[in-house]
């Protein structure tokens, strides 16, 4: 049997594996993703970001407990940094989730960056697929502590949770646009906190000043207390509410249609890039381009039209 | 053909809170280049061996200060034998007893490396001995 078709048979290791082949950049996985691909398309995909230390994993963990009461299997991809000195990477967010590690129905998988910009590694979106094609009815996506205009989650998740902890609305400029542009559900967490009403009521304020065209979604800013579960309740109605207004407004239809896109359009570039910088490395162009930019005998234009023209694109 | 990075699990099995030495290893894999999933304090064997097997890990590095390494190593070690996974190579650090070290090897572990150990030792000792799942 095929990795592919081992996942479909509910082999964990091989799913394991297949997410590792993915991360690896290994070419066999991409006939792995072909097979998998139409077993795809199911699941609800649930994106966290926000600062470090938010407490995204905290929240993560009592999601997962919320939907697995509901009897749903839980898939997770947390990503953490890369290390851009050596490589290598601590992937910490699993410490939080320890509890559902014996739970057959919550598979949990940590991805390192591996110097992707944006939250998240190029690899999460196939990884998602493979959870998705698991059967997993929910995969929860929670990016690395990002800044803020680290925005990729939104192209994968149905709905976009941003993190925030009281203070942080302190300084409105603080809060950049893009962040407030992603979020369809909006936590003030560590609410026992001082200060949680008053951020939130500042985030609100931000969010009613975007006026949002007729018939579209309105974030709400919750407040909730990740460390012991509280406002976690409240949290998954809003999930369901956000799913149902998709559902209902044909707004999901636009999401899927935009991360098809982005899936094509990354899948395409990837693999141009790929085969045209493989075939001028192989022939010796590569080298003949470097060298004539270096004693100015050619430059990047000229040379990135010429190799394109020497295959056909009609 | 592209190449696999190595990723460890770091964790602590059994109720032994001391986690410097965990910490201190986890780093220094980071900074070896290896991917380090930390699982942290308080894991039992199973929950570390099904982390293993969802993170696809090559490598188990556990760290134990608390005594209770006769039973938890080799508990561990049956777990992966079970689960088809005893590809994992599993090693342990901490403070072990001399007398502890063949008994623990012949259970399964594949090396001990106890108090005052460099971290230069142990990680030439991963990359010499843990080669990444084909
Ligand atoms: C600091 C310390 C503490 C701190 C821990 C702080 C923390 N967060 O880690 C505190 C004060 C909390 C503490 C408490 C206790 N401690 Co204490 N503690 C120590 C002490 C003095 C040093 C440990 C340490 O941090 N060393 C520094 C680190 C870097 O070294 P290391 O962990 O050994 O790691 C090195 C190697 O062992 C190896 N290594 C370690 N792990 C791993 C993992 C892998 C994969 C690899 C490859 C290598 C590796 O590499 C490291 C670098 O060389 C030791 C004595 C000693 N000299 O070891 C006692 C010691 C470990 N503690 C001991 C005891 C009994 C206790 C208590 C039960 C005391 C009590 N009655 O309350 C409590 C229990 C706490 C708990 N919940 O588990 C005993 C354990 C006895 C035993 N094993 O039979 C020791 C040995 C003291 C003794 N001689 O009696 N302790
Ligand atoms: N006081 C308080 N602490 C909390 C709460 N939720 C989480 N924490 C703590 O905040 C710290 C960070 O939590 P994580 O869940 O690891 O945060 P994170 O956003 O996932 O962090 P990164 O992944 O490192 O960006 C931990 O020590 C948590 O115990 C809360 O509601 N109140
Ligand atoms: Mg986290």
Known sequence: MTLAERVLDGDVRAAARLMRDIDDRFKSAVAELKTLYPHTGNAYILGLTGPPGAGKSTLVDQIIAAFRKKELLVGVVAIDPTSPFSGGAILGDRIRMNRHAEDAGVFIRSLATRGCLGGMSRSTMDVVNVMDAMGMDVVIVETVGVGQDEVDIVSTAHTTVVVMVPGMGDDIQAIKAGILEIGDVFVVNKADRDGADRTARELAAMLEMKHPEPGAWLPHVLKTEGSRGIGVEELMEEFEAHRAFLKSSGALQRLIQERNAKLFADTLREELFDRVFGAINENGDYCRITDGMRNRTTDPYTAVEEVLAARAFP | ?134
């Open chain 2, 1 to 134: 053909m592209a190449e696999r990075k190595l990723r460890v699990l770091v964790g602590k099995p059994g109720l032994d809170g001391h986690d410097r030495g965990a910490k201190i290893i986890a780093r220094a894999f980071r900074d070896a280049g290896f991917e380090v999933i930390y699982t942290g304090l308080h894991q039992t064997p199973e929950q570390i061996v099904s982390a293993s097997i969802q993170e696809d890990v090559d490598c188990i590095a556990l760290s134990i200060l608390s005594g209770a390494h006769n039973t938890l190593l080799p508990a561990v070690n049956e777990l992966l034998k079970e689960k088809g996974a005893d590809d994992i190579v599993l090693m342990v650090g901490g403070v072990i007893p001399e007398e502890d070290i063949p008994g623990l090897k012949a259970a399964g572990i594949r090396e001990v490396f106890t108090p005052g150990t460099s971290t230069e030792t142990i990680v030439a000792w991963v990359r010499d001995n843990v080669t990444p799942h084909a």
